[in-house]
Structures are given as C-alpha cells and as structure tokens.
C-alpha cells in the first residue's frame, strides 16, 4: 500500500509517501511559505531533488503541486494519483474525544474542529491540509492520527490539576500531553526489544527535541507525561520555559507593561536554553559553546538536564519501578554529552553508562554496560512511519 503522510502547518506541509509493505520512503518533501509566496523541495528515493519556487496562495494549490511532483515525468515515483490508497494526517488535538486514530469523516472533521480551541496554532492548519487533500483526492480514504491521542491512557489523578473542578468541567482544562505518536513508536519499539510485549512493563521515553517531553508507559499505555494543557510545560525545552510558576505571568506583565499574549512570547519563544544562554537553542551549538567555556551555555545544559533527570526520577516513582529508558528525537538520538548529563543523576536506580556505546547517532543503541541495572536506549522516532503504520491498520 502507499500511504500519502501529510503533517500540515500553518504556512508549511511536510509530506512523505511510504510504501507500507516494505516501509519504504518513495518520497519526502516539503512546501513553506504558503500563503506568503510558495517554494516547493521535493526528494524522490534515488532521484534528483526537485525544487520549485511557486504562487502558493492557499493550501490547496500547495497540495496540488505536491501531487503534481509525484506524478511528474522526472521527479515522480507514481504513473497515476490512484496509486495512492491512503493519507495518514498529523492532527496536533483530539481533546478527550479521541483516544486513538480515526478515519476522517464529516462528522469526525466537525469534532476535530470543536477541538480547535485547544490547539488554536496548530488544529486550524491541520484540518486545512485534510480539507485541501479531500477536495483533490476525494475518494481516498483519510485517517487522522492524534499527538494527544497515545496519552488519553493517562488515570484522572495524573492529568487534573490542582485547579477547582470547574475549571475540568467547563473548559476541560487538563493534561492532554503532546508528541503521543512519538511516545507511542519509541515505547512499542523498546517493550520489543526488551521483548517483554504483551507482558507488564514499565519504561521511560524521552522525546527530546526542539519540543521535549518525557512520558511514563506503564503495560504500553502512557500513564504520566510532561507536557500538559499545551505544549508549553513539563521540561526546559529550544525556545519554551516549561514548567515555571505561573504567578510570574503577571509579574512579567507588570514589570514589562507586556498583555498576556506577549509574555506567552516570551515563555514560548524567547525562553528556553535558548534565552537562557543567549547562544542558540541547537544542541550542537550549545555544546560547542559549553566547550569554549561559555558559562550560560553551561548553566543552560545543566539546567536541560536536570529537569530531565527530575522527571524520569518522578515516572520511576509513578510506576514504582522502572525496567528500561530511552532517549529519542533530535538530542535523544545524537546527543551522547546530554545523555550522558542526564545518566548521571540516574545512578540510584543502578545505571552506568557505556561511554563508547553512548557515542551512538542516529541509530538504535543500548547505551548502557551489560551490569548497568536498568538499560537505557536510544531509539530513533520516526512519527512519518508511526502514522502511515495507524492509516494502514485503519484503512485495510
Ligand atoms: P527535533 O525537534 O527532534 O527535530 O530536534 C531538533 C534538535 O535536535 C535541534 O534543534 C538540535 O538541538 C538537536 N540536534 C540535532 N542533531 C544533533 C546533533 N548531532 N547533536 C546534538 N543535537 C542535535
């Protein structure tokens, strides 16, 4: 089967087609700046890159030159749009109405869309890619698949806050938790390998990119994570604050003369290791820095990694035990320094890192001695596959 994978933002979508027999990349791409002027990148497996710089005044002219680019003469990988049987769609908030994926149906558009609130950058711009591919491809079949969704497993005590019922009942202020698809790929992919599927187990996965957060999965089920309401808690992250004292958005406010908008800037984009060092929010620059002596490039690392630790010290206690971590995305995958700052507060639990294995990139690793008690991983997410895998099993 060819699965379409559309993960569509406000001025941008990202696309890959994958083969799901073989799991294969057929091809990737990407269109930014729609709305603004247009420039289309797209990469056929084992062929040149095409990049086109094109009027993409709406989403739906950006979807059209993609299909255009998979069929065309030289940069294409299919003779015919029939060749596609499925499109698997990123949707950032499914609220509590959606505990796994689902096919897209009218109806199904109209919940996600009482969704939008929750998710007021993100949900519009998803549904404008569905709505935009279902008017080109109108007799494929759409899935959506939730970042919120992995997470509705969490019990009540885990995702109130401490905020009077009301709040819960009204506006369904709660943990949602984001980056589910990830969790959920990463955390099915270790439970194998400790080959421990379909038996109890408990593991640790952190999602640890420009966004970053840190899930508990007990029995394969997220029982805990860090990010909350939004996306902005739970660890330091690129550019956001995560978890702070939320008194300090009034204080900010006054002392600034900031409206709550900006200082939600602030805590969204200005923040961060990011605004903590004043060097960069990329790890690689960061380690750079820290390694020339740079000392809020030092703090801002100490400071990501302890909170990390924080959070993996509390899902050990949530779950009263722990059998096996793993780190994941951008930093997870490539960062053996971080990995290896994080390890270190990990000790009490019997960990010792291997520090020729933590030297891994990109690649699935055990990171740890053979003695260490608890291993820890690191496991590349690939969130493109995770979706195409639920279109298909929805789908067939
Ligand atoms: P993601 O959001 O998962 O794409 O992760 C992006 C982040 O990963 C970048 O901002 C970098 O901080 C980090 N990153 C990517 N590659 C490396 C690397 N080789 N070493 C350290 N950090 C990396």
């Known amino acids: 089967m060819n699965v379409f994978v559309v993960n569509c933002g406000s001025s941008s979508l990202k696309y890959q087609l994958i083969n799901t027999d073989t799991e294969e990349v057929i091809a990737k791409g990407i269109c930014e700046r729609i709305g603004i002027d247009g420039k289309l990148k797209h990469k056929p497996t084992g062929k040149e890159e095409l990049v086109k710089e094109v009027a993409m005044p709406e989403h739906k002219t950006a979807v059209s030159y993609v299909l255009e680019a998979l069929t065309d003469e030289v940069a294409g990988v299919i003779s015919d749009l029939s060749e596609i049987d499925a499109v698997g769609h990123r949707i950032v908030h499914g609220g509590e109405k959606f505990a796994s994926s689902v096919i897209i149906t009218d109806e199904v558009l109209r919940a996600i869309e009482e969704c939008n609130d929750l998710a007021p950058l993100h949900n519009p711009a998803n549904l404008i890619g569905v709505v935009a591919c279902k008017e080109l491809m109108p007799n494929v079949p759409m899935v959506g698949v939730f970042d919120t969704a992995f997470h509705q497993t969490m019990p009540q005590k885990a995702y109130m806050y401490g905020l009077a019922y009301e709040y819960y009942e009204n506006y369904k202020i709660r943990k949602y938790g984001f980056h589910g698809t990830s969790h959920s790929f990463v955390s099915k992919r270790l439970i194998e390998i400790l080959g421990k599927t379909g038996q109890s187990s408990k593991v640790i996965i952190c999602h640890l990119g420009n966004g970053a957060s840190i899930t508990a999965v007990q029995d394969g089920k997220s029982v805990d994570t860090s990010m909350g309401f939004t996306p902005l808690d739970g660890l330091i992250m690129g550019t956001r604050t995560g978890s702070i004292d939320p008194a300090v958005v009034q204080y900010i406010a006054d002392k600034k003369g900031y409206t709550i908008d900006q200082v939600m800037n602030v805590l969204n ?15 690689r620059d960061l380690d750079d820095a820290s390694e020339a002596g740079n000392e809020r490039a030092i703090l801002a690392l100490d400071m990501f990694a302890y909170r990390a630790a924080q959070y993996i010290g509390g899902y050990v206690a949530a779950m009263n035990g722990v059998d096996a971590i793993a780190f994941t995305a951008g930093i997870g995958e490539n960062d053996g320094k971080i990995r290896a700052k994080i390890c270190q507060y990990l000790g009490y639990l019997g960990i010792t890192l291997d520090e020729e294995a933590n030297k891994a990139r990109g690649k699935e690793a055990v990171i740890t001695t053979e003695d260490s008690r608890v291993p ?21």
């Open 269 to 283: 984009k200005e923040s961060g290791v990011d605004g903590l060092s004043g060097v960069s929010s990329d790890f």
């Open 376 to 396: 820890v991983y690191a496991i590349p997410t690939n969130e493109e596959l995770a979706i195409a895998r639920e279109t298909v099993a929805l789908v067939l």
